[in-house]
């Protein structure tokens, strides 16, 4: 009976997720006007879905202080509360909300990772496109560093050098961001490559443009494409990378509210029956699948592959 | 014959150089340590006195290469130093940890892999059908999933009801039986992880073939659906699905951290993290450069196998 009863309410989760994307993607429709309004009229409704959960986020981060009922580290209460009117969710490991720390994690988590993933992408793509449109040993040295840094694993790699430097945020920010940069720089130089053969760069070279020009006005705007396509998924993996390191206690430290150490400062309280520790979880997976929708339709659109 | 011994060898060769600077980059990491090794482990407080004794016991005395070249020879010995923490021999403390997380890692491919390889070619036969974009669904979203996730649905739902135990406590005097029981969570856990992916490639490379004439040549024969796909695009489509074993493989490696500290499992994942929490040095670089060897070797493995899988890559030119 439970199982059905859990089935159950994963089809209405699943049904009332879909109505969601539907009804944002008809709101979205009817808010923009031209290209736009096409493109969207097209996606598909998990888009619709990634988009609106994408932008709750976005809102809940930036106005993280009206939403949440108590203060990011104001002890309110006797430690694990259960869920009642007062605490939502009840409190944590040290008498915290719950419902507050997870509103002031999507502030850390997600702002965090976003900065790492701009980051990556500013060095990834700017030594990308250099070693593509220079070439020669600029090109060797570079793909054969990143070749080595690619062969360690990136989690045992970035555990290596937080041991190193210790463990803060601007630290786990540069540690993460040079390792996924790696990654950047091999998509950002092969899709450059494929660029600086066409006629029209040989002409901008015949014209007298600078490397930087070169760079910026004529090879970026034709690769910029794929590498946003990109950009969604290198931050579902930094995410990831980071909510895992937090998970271990080596990424963001306490008392900083942050999803990946809320699940394990409250890890116990599952084995006594309570979900309390899968909230946070649960919200880190239901941004990365939000964002994995919306680049699914992206790259669908970029590459125009019909099923 | 010779052109594929050549070809192994000169990956084989490729891989050891590989390895050889990753060795000088896990061990030159600690010489970019702004300051002083010392200083940093034993704090502002202490006095030159035992920094200076402190830089000795460590060899911090000697030059760099000089340290690297011993820290090398031992490691290919078998010989990793001794931990900064608790003095003991690093060699002692990896030993049997390895050999569970290797068990750990085994384990989850030997469910995984049937498995991944089962609902790819399903999927890829029923193609469009509700099976197939239900599987395809679960896959995507089990990818997105961070592992401490789905390892804390599975406790949530298989160990509370007794069912399985939520911490996987080993040691050698544990029977298999008892130890293929306790481990069953972190393996399942390790097995949903690296199954979306499997599954997907599986599909998209015997998709890829079922547009080309021969398949359709062996359609137009009348074979069933069933038999042109195990017999005539399954073979071909085996050099991308060996490279993403290979890679999912060594992800497992890797993989097994996060799900190690979540079960408490003894391995080798939860005795870097906890030296990475202490500050410990030479057992981070001495795991790290086991786990940088295993991912090296399974990559490797993988560019052998799924060139031997295709006789157009051997004979190339």
Not at chain 2, 123 to 138: H, K, M, Q, S, V
Not at chain 2, 224 to 234: E, G, N, Q, S, W
Not at chain 2, 261 to 269: A, N, Q, R, S, T
Request: hydrophobic share 55%; aromatic share 8%; with cysteine.
């Amino acid at each position: 009976m439970n199982v059905l009863i859990t089935l159950f309410w994963i089809a209405v989760a699943i049904a009332g997720a879909m109505a969601a994307g539907w009804l944002f993607r008809a709101a979205a429709v009817a808010l923009t006007r031209g290209g736009t309004a096409r493109a969207l009229r097209t996606a598909p409704v998990t888009a619709g879905f990634g988009m609106l959960v994408i932008l709750l986020y976005v809102l809940v981060a930036l106005f993280a202080p009206l939403i949440a009922p108590y203060a990011e580290r104001e002890v309110v209460g006797a430690q694990f509360l259960p869920w009642d009117s007062t605490h939502v969710f009840g409190t944590d490991n040290l008498g915290r909300d719950t419902l507050s720390r997870l509103i002031y994690g999507a502030r850390n988590t997600v702002g965090i990772a976003f900065a790492t993933t701009a980051l990556a992408f500013a060095m990834g793509a700017i030594l990308g496109l250099l070693a593509a449109t220079v070439g020669g040993w600029l090109d060797q040295i570079l793909s054969r560093i990143v070749d080595i840094l690619m062969a360690i694993p990136a989690l045992i790699f970035s555990l290596l050098l937080l041991t190193i430097f210790g463990t803060s945020v601007p630290t786990l920010i540069l540690v993460i961001a040079t390792i996924d940069s790696t990654r950047v720089f091999r998509l950002a130089r092969s899709v450059a490559l494929n660029i600086v053969v066409m006629d029209y760069i040989e002409a901008a070279k015949l014209r007298g443009e600078g490397l930087w020009r070169l760079i910026t006005r004529e090879i970026l705007p034709n690769a910029l494409a794929p590498l946003v396509a990109e950009f969604g998924l290198r931050f579902c993996f930094v995410f990831l990378a980071i909510s895992a390191l937090s998970f271990l206690g080596v990424g963001v430290q306490p008392p900083t509210a942050d999803w990946g150490s809320m699940v394990r400062e409250n890890a116990a309280l599952i084995t006594f029956g309570d979900v309390t520790p899968l909230l946070p979880a649960g919200a880190i997976a239901l941004l990365t699948v939000a964002v994995n929708f919306v680049v699914d339709w992206m790259l669908h659109r970029a590459s125009g592959l019909k099923e | 014959m010779s052109a594929i011994w050549t070809m192994i060898a000169k990956r084989l060769g490729l891989g050891l150089l590989t390895l050889f600077v990753i060795s000088v980059l896990i061990f030159g990491a600690t010489e970019l340590l702004p300051g002083d090794l010392a200083k940093n482990i034993l704090g502002q407080s202490a006095t030159p006195e035992t920094v200076a004794a402190f830089r000795r016991e460590l060899g911090l005395d000697l030059p760099a290469h000089t340290r690297y070249l011993n820290w090398l020879l031992g490691a290919v010995q078998g010989d990793f130093g001794t931990s900064l923490a608790n003095k003991r021999p690093i060699a002692d403390l990896i030993a049997t940890r390895l050999g569970n997380t290797l068990f750990l890692a085994l384990y989850a491919a030997a469910i995984s892999i049937p498995l991944s390889l089962m609902l790819g070619v399903l999927a890829a036969l029923y193609r469009n059908t509700i099976f197939d974009r239900t599987a395809n669904a679960l896959a995507l979203s089990s990818i997105s999933f961070p592992e401490f996730f789905v390892a804390y649905i599975l406790i949530f739902i298989l160990a509370q009801s007794g069912l399985f135990p939520s911490m996987s406590r080993v040691d050698p005097d544990t029977g298999f039986a008892e130890t293929l029981y306790r481990t069953f969570l972190p393996a399942l856990t390790l097995t949903l992880v690296v199954t979306a992916h499997m599954m997907r490639m599986t599909r998209a490379a015997i998709i890829n073939l079922l547009a080309s004439p021969y398949i359709e040549m062996a359609r137009l024969k009348g074979m069933t659906p069933m038999r042109v796909i195990l017999h005539h695009a399954l073979p071909n489509a085996l050099a991308p699905i060996i490279t993403v074993v290979a890679l999912n493989l060594a992800y497992l490696i890797t993989g097994v951290v996060v799900v190690e500290v979540v079960f408490v499992y003894p391995g080798l994942g939860q005795l870097m993290v906890d030296s990475v929490a202490k500050r410990d040095f030479p057992v981070v670089q001495a795991v790290a450069l086991i786990f940088a060897a295993a991912y090296v070797l399974l990559n490797l493995t993988a560019d052998v196998l799924s060139t031997l899988s295709n006789p157009r890559l051997i004979h190339r030119k």
